[in-house]
């Protein structure tokens, strides 16, 4: 990688305006090709929102009107009211392609898509951020500075600034390696065997709990915990990356569901690698290290151990020069039959206490623990959905949550002295996303609805706009601004499961004509976890699958997140029997409106959602008129241990519950038109979940169709191959008859 800089102050630039298409006064086609390329029709889409120490700015990753993936580091400069460009990624990147290690976390974080910064932290007095750009490594000053910390040809994982600022550490070629700023870095953990990987999360860690980093700074700066993975224990999976021009075999450790996952140890070390002890996780090397945390005054290290299973989670408090480690506290699945969803919703606070999300009485609801007792501070039928911020001087807790209605979130404050004192900080009509400053002070806020693309702004403590960050209007010169014509408004409604449990659904329909009746494109997840049904804005692609003439149509079944446990909880053991059932229902009130051509009912779904769409065909031979699978695990003994047990339990227990949730076994009941789409060289559900599909189809004289894309992986998409894929979609449901109405 070569720096290519006329001056570090070209980086420094003047905040343009956001580029537009011109103004159109007459309505436009919106095309698949249209609605992935640039500038992006939602309008600019800032990431990874961060007040600096001091309050001052706020710096974000900004998208650019002619590379729509490609984000630049900008700051707001709060007292001036002055926008700059901090640093321009590509005048700063090399293009240096990056290391295997960075491209599969990058899939991991499911950013692999985008291109220039994707992460940056700022420093402890607010004079500068640290960039990762193209496998290494620079220090940002706003002074127009720009110090580069690394040079070489390997990637620089999970780069990090120590508390104060004194150090910067990253993991490079398994090992962590730590320096002053400014220094030549050195590895602090010593190089194994091939198998040991130090200050790296093991795969299922990133994949399936959030957890992307391996190691974890004391606030003074005097001692770091650090994550030694053994994975020989692991299956290999010899994973073919099959491309355009070639195929490149990967032996990848990877723990399929029934198997044996890596060791994980956690050891506390000096930052020079020095007086290193090991952390006491107990008897049993079959758990999960699901977090880490630091006590805010360097007292203790907290570790929350997960037992396989996933039915309880320990708290462990451990002591940082001995590693002796005590249970603090214990969390258990709130049901029988039922799993603990991880949380990041936790804050530890300096006089001892603890906020803490759990769902315990059957929602997920915020607690207080203090001197070893608990106090409930939400409660009710409805789910705190992201702990925002606390601020620990004032007494106030901030949190986004359905209180109000589950398909709207709001941003709300409750104050810690009289828990049941819960102020709604934001406007109704509206979803909302939230993020604070550290001390609790400012919040960012992002909110969108069906007609309002998403837009953000500062608030103070009681939901008062303090500046627009991105306003992002829909006037004449917004890039969506020439498709509002045809812009169509969302229905939402409610329909009863077979055991009378509501189900939300929404709706967006073209301008109906009287007589005529429409095809659906029934697009559904399924699985355990994504709220598919809510009031946000949902971008260009529904508009423009609904200017094609169809009904666009999505379901949130039994299984789906921010219900509650018993909403969750017929999962259990079971997938691919009630979110079926559900889903049904959900074809069958559409056969009711005389709106809808009962004939022509396509599903489509991605991931768990290719795997609902195999499963539903199997079900209900005639129901649907044609179905699109994408990516869809077929077997679930293929997939990963901590998402596939979390929900199915161990096939070596289990395997009846794992013969029923496979689309294996009654694939050729499969009698309606099908297309199957999968990336050649997807990490995630791995292409052998569809070849092992083809076959049986194959050798049973099933008709089915496919689209394969040579060197992608789960994601399918890009400028080019996105368009691609939906015009394949739209071709296959025209050649089998499930048009629009003449």
Sequence with gaps: MRLLLATAASLFLSAPAIAHEPTMTEEKELTFERVFASPSLDGPSPRAAKLSPDGRYLTLLRNRA????????????????????????????????????????????????????????????????????????????????????????ESELNPTLSPEGTYVSFVRDRRLWVSEIGKTAAPITPKEADTIRWGEAEFVAQEEMGRMTGFWWSPDERRIAVQRTDESPVGIVTRAAIGATGTKVFDQRYPVAGSDNAIVQLFLMNPDGGNRVEV???????????????????????????????????????NPQTGASEVAFTENAAMQDFWINLSDDYRWLKDGSLIWWSERDGFGHLYRRKAGDWQQLTDGEWVVTKLVGVDPEGGHVFFSGTRDNVLEEHIYRLDLADPANITRLTEAGFTHSASMDDKGQTLYITRSGDDTPPQSYLADQDGERLVWIERNALDPTHPYAPY????????????????????????????????KRYPVFFHHYGGPGPQIVNKGWNGALRQAIVDKGFIWFALDNRGSSNRGVAFEQPLYRAMGGVEVRDQKVGAEFLKTLDFVDPDKIALYGWSYGGYMTLKQMQADPGLFAA??????????????????????????????????????????????????????????????????????????????????????????????????LWNTVFRFLESHGVTPPK
Aim: hydrophobic share 35%.
């Design 280 to 318: 006491d996780l107990g008897d049993d090397t079959d758990i999960y290290v699901a977090r880490v945390d630091w006590a805010p005054d360097n007292s203790a290290l907290y570790v929350q151990r997960q037992n396989r299973e996933q039915t309880v989670l320990d708290v462990l408090r451990v």
């Design 66 to 153: 002619d590379q729509r993936d490609r984000y630049d580091l900008w700051a707001y400069d709060r007292e001036n009211a002055d926008w700059i460009m901090l640093v321009d990624s590509e005048k700063l990147g090399s293009g240096r392609e990056l290391s295997e290690d960075e491209k599969m976390q990058r899939e991991r974080e499911r950013v692999g898509d985008l291109k220039g910064i994707i992460s940056y932290q700022w420093n402890s007095d607010g004079t500068g951020v640290l960039v990762p750009l193209d496998g290494d490594l620079y220090l940002a000053r706003l002074n127009g500075d720009i110090l580069r910390l690394t040079d070489t040809e």
């Design 484 to 515: 509002l014509a045809s812009h169509q408004p969302t229905r939402y409604g409610t329909i009863k499961a077979e055991d009378g449990t509501p189900l939300h659904w929404e709706m967006v329909t073209p301008e109906l004509e009287t007589g």
């Design 627 to 724: 179905g699109i699978s994408g990516a869809p695990v077929t077997r679930w003994e293929l997939y990963d241990t901590h998402y596939t047990e979390r929900f199915m339990g161990d096939p070596r227990k289990v395997p009846e519950a794992y013969e029923a949730a496979s689309a294996i076994p009654e694939a050729t009941k499969i009698a309606n038109p099908l297309l199957l789409i999968h990336g050649m060289a997807d990490d995630n559900v791995v292409f052998e979940n569809s070849s092992e599909l083809i076959s049986t189809l194959q050798e049973a004289n099933v008709r089915f169709e496919m689209m394969l894309y040579p060197g992608y992986t789960h994601r399918v998409s890009g400028e080019q191959i996105s368009p691609h």
